[in-house]
């Protein structure tokens, strides 16, 4: 068992809970309440919301499968691979839109599941 990989798998579905719940809540629910963009771009933001959810429900699943199997690193390459992807993005998308960090902070999410599963790549 690769406990690194574990633990940032456990981090993983730890964001997948706060961005269900809590992003839901501040994002996605206003999202879905205002009457001033068409239904094409509200739903298609909606869409996308669900995305990134499966896709950090994968990311948990993922790490916590190469964290228990010894031949899963390749799985855990991707995943961490898709994790530092976002947090690239988030800088480069606030740094092009000059928006700050501080609201926009996607990043913090990301940059730790990273820093966890190193050592366990590393390792495996």
């Not at 010894?70 to 530092?84: K, Y």
Request: with cysteine; charged share 10%; proline share 4%.
């Amino acid at each position: 068992m690769n406990n690194w990989l574990i633990a940032a798998a456990a981090l993983a579905a730890l964001t997948t809970l706060v961005h269900f719940f809590v992003g839901g809540r501040q994002v996605a629910k206003p999202l879905l309440e205002t009457g001033e963009i068409n239904s094409l771009v509200k739903f298609t933001h909606y869409f996308c919301w669900h995305i990134v959810t499966i896709a950090l429900a994968a990311m948990a699943i993922g790490l916590a499968y190469a964290g228990l199997n010894p031949g899963g690193r390749d799985v855990a390459i991707v995943m961490v691979g898709l994790a530092a992807a976002i947090a690239v993005w988030n800088f480069a998308m606030n740094a092009r839109h000059r928006l700050k960090a501080s609201r926009h902070p996607q990043f913090v999410f990301f940059i730790p599941i990273v820093a966890l599963a190193m050592p366990g790549l590393l390792q495996a």
